[in-house]
């Protein structure tokens, strides 16, 4: 199976073909994956070099110009570091645009810290507008990544990873929470490549699971429909800083007595390179230190 990464550098070279209003900006990551559409497209296939935040101001520049800019590199180069011209020729432009990141919390450990972005989601949430999905599979990146191309001028952040569910799920024209499984005792509501843990962490527990490959904007009515089917305890798992759906998730239950338990990516930084699975676990989003806090959580034991 291709990664999500791949996926993105097929679709979109097709895309590029289809679609002459389509532009994509790149900063030198996956450059190479691009260069028979650069070849075949060279006004709409940029490569600025290692200038991020050039990056998002030349993908400002092309949506002022009427173009749809697909801009693409790492998180940690896509949103935090060129942020304040994510949130100027974005944001106070008025332009809309598809940025497309790749290796976001913990995907590639040995490019240490500089490239690791688990705050992202949380960062855009200080801005307006901004469309999210977070894919947990290639064939599911591929659906809102067309999604995203053919959304008129909206802003959209697609993020990749190198996680990925075994099986896709069915995206269909407005991406929202699927439910996988129903049941009595909760609420857990798995984000992206974090289904598969979640799944294998509540087998034979009496729970009602969500799947949210599209994550802004939160879907409120998804959330009170399944807690109605189930009681007011809710745990969100996102593969990325915990807390980050915390107050969109209160938002929609705020008539609803209700608890919530947010679980992702912890604070503290971790100092060793490990692997990508290493990671995962070291911050509880494996199945068993998941089973662990979900089940204490249910019980009222959670500390």
Sequence with gaps: MDTMRERFVSVTSRALDEDPRLALVLAEITADGFRPARERHPDRVINVGIREQLLIGVGGGLALTGLRPVVHTFAAFLVERPFEQVKLDFGHQGTGGVLVSSHASHDWPAGGYT??????????????????????????????LRHAYAAG??????RLSQQSN??????????????????????????????????????????????????????????????????????????????????????????????????????????????????????????????????????????
């Design 115 to 144: 490239h690791m972005a688990p705050g992202d989601v949380a960062l855009l949430d200080t801005l307006d507008g901004w469309t999210v999905h977070v894919p947990g599979h290639p064939d599911e990146a591929e659906a809102l």
């Design 166 to 303: 075994a099986a896709a799920r069915p995206i269909g024209p407005a991406p929202g929470p699927l439910t996988v499984r129903e049941g009595g005792a909760g609420v857990v509501l798995a984000v992206g490549p974090l289904l598969d843990n979640v799944l294998a962490a509540v087998e034979g527990l009496d729970v009602t699971v969500l799947y949210a490959p599209t994550v802004r904007p939160f879907d409120d009515a998804a959330l009170r429909r399944a807690v109605g089917r189930s009681a007011a305890d809710v745990v969100l798992v996102e593969p990325y800083l915990a807390g980050t759906s915390t107050a969109p998730a209160a938002h929609a239950l705020r008539d609803t007595p209700h608890r919530i338990l947010a679980l992702g990516v912890g604070r503290a930084e971790l100092r060793r390179y490990g692997t990508l699975e290493e990671h995962t676990a070291a911050h509880g989003l494996s199945p068993a230190p998941l089973r662990k806090r979900i089940t204490a959580f249910l019980s009222g034991r959670y500390a």
């Design 153 to 158: 001028d909206d802003k959209v952040y697609v």
